[in-house]
């Protein structure tokens, strides 16, 4: 079957997990994503739980990927990059600012012998200002970026989610940049340009209206654990059989069915509650009441009762609920792949889902250097070419 992004080359010199993350999109949904590692590996091989010498979160993010070595500090390392750049549509990098015009990689570079080239460049701070020469891990955009500062209880410290949610986001936006400059290249005479995304910009854009709000009424939107500041209901109640669910009851009308279900007339009936304006204003009456109506019911019949009357629902699921429930089965969300030694693993389905060319899984992730000679070969290098950046550890 045909996917979308076939006959689309990318070059990946990113490492970690910004720039291998948006790779991973475009391998999915068939571009040839040759991955550029130091000779040594990706450190993201040994991050986390290893399996046969290799991490298993690697089988996840560079799946579909070819792996060449290349070190990238030799002057004939990089000059195989450019020559792989030539014909290449995508350049993903994730290095400090400067670091790639430092070895004639920069964009203005490839672009002299590629003029259709775009590059998505992914860092802390982004190309420019005053701390683009600053490091930058997803951690500290989502700092920066406003996402830690709301995140957790009003009595205790930020928190963070126990993700990389900061890199996932610049990806994701690198991913968007990219598609977008490849349809202004096709429409407007060929020419690539640069996709500058910065980990703390990405984060901060999820930010809703925070701004505004600290602008106009110079009210920061603090940390509330579990709700939704001035969207009620919507927050996480406690189940008789000690489990949590999630009400998102905040349409007016769903308010309304959700009180009844709870035998609750006299709220669903309320003038003052008719709609989120109100109810915000009465926040903690409305949770207590939905606190003691949840307390009264196991989890799973409160899902059941929640459901019947079209109330917004949802355990909080470990990865232990998702991996048997049957929605993420039936959307092929589990997928069960075998690594080259033969063991099973599930691993994440595709997203998003295409209906008439869909991503896939191919392959778990190559072995560092698995295509470095056949790519190279493909490129013009001789057999005599590539033993000689061996022995001259180019590659």
């Known amino acids: 079957m045909t996917k979308p992004l076939e006959g689309l080359k990318v070059i990946e010199l ?15 949904f068939g571009a040839e994503v040759i991955k550029i590692e130091p000779p040594k590996g990706d450190p993201l091989r040994n991050w986390r739980k290893v399996h046969q010498g290799t991490s298993l979160w690697w089988h996840v ?45 920069g964009y203005e570079q490839l672009a002299a ?5 775009v590059m998505l460049r992914l860092s802390g701070f982004g190309q420019t200002g005053p701390y683009r020469d600053q490091a930058g891990f997803g951690a500290i955009g989502e700092s920066m970026g406003g996402l830690r500062y709301v995140t957790g209880f009003p009595d205790r410290p930020p928190v963070r989610p126990n993700l990389s949610i900061g890199d996932a986001l610049a990806a994701l936006h690198g991913v968007i940049g990219v598609l977008m400059a490849l349809r202004h290249r096709g429409t407007h005479g060929g020419r690539g340009q640069v996709v500058d995304v910065a980990l703390y910009e990405a984060v901060f854009n999820m930010m809703e209206g925070a701004l505004p709000e600290y602008d106009v009424f110079k009210e920061l939107r603090e940390r509330t654990g579990s709700n939704l ?9 406690l189940t008789r059989d ?29 003038p003052a509650l008719s709609d989120n ?15 003691e109506w949840t307390a009264r019911h196991d989890a799973e019949d409160l899902v059941r009762i929640l459901n019947d009357a079209q109330v917004p629902n949802g355990k909080i699921y470990s990865m232990a609920d998702i ?8 959307r092929e969300m589990i997928r069960e792949v075998r690594l080259k030694d033969g063991t099973p693993i599930k691993v994440p389905g595709v997203v998003p889902k295409l209906s008439d060319t869909p991503g896939d899984i191919d392959s778990v992730g190559p072995e560092l250097g698995e295509h ?12 005599k070419d590539i033993a000689g950046f061996r022995e001259r550890k180019a590659i």
């Not at 012998?113 to 080239?117: E, K, L, R, T």
């Not at 949590?244 to 309320?270: P, T, Y």
């Not at 056949?374 to 290098?381: E, R």
């Open 242 to 270: 000690g489990q949590h669910v999630v009400i998102g009851a905040n349409a007016d009308s769903i308010f309304k069915r959700l009180m009844n279900v709870m035998e609750r007339a006299d709220l669903a009936g309320d």
């Open 323 to 330: 991996v048997g429930d049957a929605q993420y089965l039936a």
């Open 113 to 117: 012998q590629n003029a259709g080239i």
């Open 372 to 383: 470095t000679a056949t790519v190279l070969a493909a490129h013009g290098y001789s057999k």
């Open 14 to 28: 990113g490492q970690l997990i910004a720039g291998p993350f948006a790779g991973k999109f475009f391998a999915e």
């Open 229 to 237: 500041t001035g969207i009620v209901p919507s927050n996480t109640y």
């Open 277 to 291: 304006a109100g109810r915000a204003r009465r926040a903690e009456e409305l949770d207590r009441a939905i606190g």
């Open 61 to 105: 993010q560079n799946r579909n990927k070819k792996s060449v070595t290349v070190n990238l500090r030799t002057a004939e390392g990089q000059g195989i990059v450019r020559r792989l750049a030539k014909d290449a549509d995508v350049v993903i990098e994730n290095f400090r600012p400067g670091t790639l015009e430092k070895w004639g990689l």
